[in-house]
């Protein structure tokens, strides 16, 4: 069985990601592998672990977390065999909320892999780019198909004028084949990165 969280990269009030991350957790459930029960999709809100600036004396690569909300959050993602991160696009990268959340955990994020479902005015393709970078330092493998949801053709409003109308996420058919390829590759990465995330158990090799 391999576990996939939907990771809500917003957490500003009135956001779009809710919506977005929905329709991510609804479309999952017709790939064959997740209709199948060989996979699950779970959706995890960062905003929910109330987590502050990163305020963590010691950097996360040493894995000594002082703080319960550190904690609690690296219990969940490291139940996770791999990732949907759901991101808009804020000034051109990912928002500092996303960045934070990544940056308080190391070893959790070790060894798994991850597909991107951007979205903003153009798809959020940059966010995504920059997103891409941070994945290789924290060790997780991003698969090629990605997801680029765009405001004036993927959602709908009720008030197009109104910037508080979060609107519901629409994309058509095209954007749903595009996800399941995407869920594709990470179910299929994540199951072949699993011997790696399995403490070594082979004895250490005698020295000369
Ligand atoms: C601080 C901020 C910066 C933004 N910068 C960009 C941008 O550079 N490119 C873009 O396409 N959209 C940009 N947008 C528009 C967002 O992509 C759009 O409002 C999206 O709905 C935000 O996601 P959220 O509602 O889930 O927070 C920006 C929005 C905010 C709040």
Redesign the pocket.
Known sequence: MIRIAVIIG?T?P????ES?ARWVADTSVRHPGVAAGEATVEVVDIAAYGLPLLDEPVPAAFGRYAHAHTRRWAQTIGAFDGFVFVT?????SV?AALKNAIDFLYAEWHHKAAGFVG????G?L?AVEHLRHVMAEVKIADVQTQVALA?FTDFTFTDPTDPTD?GTCTPGARQESTLVTMLDEIIAWSQALKPLRVPSTAPEPLSA
């Open positions: 917003s500003r009135g956001r779009r990601a977005v808009p696009e804020y000034n051109r928002p979205y903003g005015v153009h959020g940059r405001m979060p």
